[in-house]
């Protein structure tokens, strides 16, 4: 069976703020007997992909990230671009994928994808649940949040946690699980309307909208009286030095993502190392796939928090694959609100 596959990719690498004209749709004809050689491959019709940060530095002509990890290596430019998302076997080499299956794995920023061995796809059974939690709160986002929160920043309950980007796909569950936990949770997010959100909907403790603060170092004091103990940090930048500055003495800082220096334009941290010393805080980068032996737990305590209403999944969903570079570009604007997610499809 052959397809017609339209397919996002970019014209060029992108080495400063990613602008619609990088972005072009190609055609491509796809078949599984393209497969030979690479046995056992099954052709998905995608119906949600994700959308996240990290694709950009995959994009630049040259980032230390891509020489880290395959799932980082760079974006060849004109070819198709692969990201977890959610589909439907349309055909199969492989016994244990059947046409008409949901499926969840690397699929792409395409129409179709062909999986080949050897590439995370599984089959998905949503449990009840809408099909994009399966892409954020229950994919990647999730454990990202949940791996982070509980392994990196080692919480305790009573302590004091300020999440940044608090609204975004991990932002908010980071929040979540933290309050769920009993800790006390302050996030800052870029506009008043998440900010009410985060407090309002998720149960966040406080929140400011910090592109109204002027002295990032004074407002967190406003926030944390008594100090921060955790911070999850999402942005890097300003926040993550103001954040150092009102950390406690044994504080933890956990170093999911740097988005504002994705782009280039903005200010690389260099937080104050004396404050490191003397406070003993503990500075942590650290990926998702370093905690994947936590999947099962993840997947069954999120499922527990989501089916019983606990937790909430906010999910912010364009429509269309020409939709895909708007979206992505939007990340970097702060246009969304939880789990960013093109729909292809109809389900
Ligand atoms: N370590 C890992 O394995 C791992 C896995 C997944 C994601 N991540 C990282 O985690 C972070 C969040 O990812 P996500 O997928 O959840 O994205 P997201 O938070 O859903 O979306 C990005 C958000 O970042 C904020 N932002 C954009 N530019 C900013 C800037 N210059 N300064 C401050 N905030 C900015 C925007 O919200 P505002 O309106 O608040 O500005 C935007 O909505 C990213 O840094 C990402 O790379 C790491």
Redesign the pocket.
């Known amino acids: 069976m052959e397809v017609e596959n339209r397919f996002i990719t970019i014209k060029a690498s992108i080495d400063g703020f990613p602008q619609l004209s990088d972005f072009e749709v190609k055609t491509e004809t796809l078949s599984l007997s393209f497969g030979v050689g690479n046995k056992q491959v099954v052709l998905v019709k995608n119906l949600y992909v994700?959308?996240?940060?990290?694709q950009l530095?995959r994009m630049k002509s040259q980032s230390s990230s891509q020489t880290v990890l395959s799932f980082a290596s760079p974006i060849i430019p004109g070819e198709a671009i692969d990201t977890y998302g959610v589909g439907r076997v349309v055909e199969s080499d492989k016994p244990d994928f059947q046409k008409g299956d949901l499926v969840v794995g690397l699929l792409s920023w395409g129409e179709y994808t062909i999986v080949k061995e050897g590439t995370i796809l599984n089959k998905l059974d949503p449990m009840g649940l809408p099909l994009p939690h399966h892409v954020?709160t229950l994919g990647?986002?999730g454990l990202?949040?949940y791996?982070?929160f509980f392994e990196v920043c080692k919480p305790k309950k009573g302590e004091t946690v300020f999440v940044?980007?608090?609204?975004?796909?991990?932002?908010?569950l980071v929040g979540q699980y933290a309050k769920l936990f009993g800790c006390y949770v302050v996030g800052?997010?870029?506009?008043q309307k998440?900010v009410d959100f985060l407090k309002e909907e998720l149960g966040f403790d406080d929140a400011f909208n910090?592109?109204e603060e002027t002295d990032l170092k004074s407002a967190l004091k406003r926030y944390f009286p008594g100090g921060i103990d955790i911070y999850f940090d999402?942005?890097?930048?300003e926040?993550l030095e103001a954040a150092v500055a009102n950390m406690n003495t044994f504080g933890r800082v956990a170093?999911?993502?740097?988005?504002?220096?994705?782009?280039g334009?903005?200010k690389r941290a260099a937080p104050n190392m004396l404050d490191v010393l003397y406070k003993s805080i503990t500075i942590q980068?650290?990926?998702?796939?370093?905690y994947m032996k936590l999947y099962t737990d993840f997947f069954s305590t999120t499922m527990e928090h989501l089916q019983t209403g606990k937790m909430k999944a906010p999910t912010?969903i364009s429509w269309g694959l020409e939709s895909v570079p708007s979206a992505f570009i939007?990340?970097?604007?702060?246009?969304?609100?939880?789990?960013?997610i093109v729909q292809i499809a109809d389900e």
């Not at 940044?164 to 908010?172: D, E, H, L, Y």
């Not at 999402?234 to 930048?237: A, D, I, R, S, T």
């Open positions: 994700s959308i996240d940060p990290y530095n954020g990647v986002s990202t949040a791996g982070g940044s980007a608090a609204s975004g796909s991990v932002g908010c800052c997010a870029g506009s998440k910090y592109k999402n942005v890097g930048g926040m170093v999911c993502g740097v988005i504002s220096e994705y782009t334009n903005g980068g650290f990926l998702v796939r370093n912010d939007g990340l970097f604007l702060g246009d969304n609100v939880g789990k960013k």
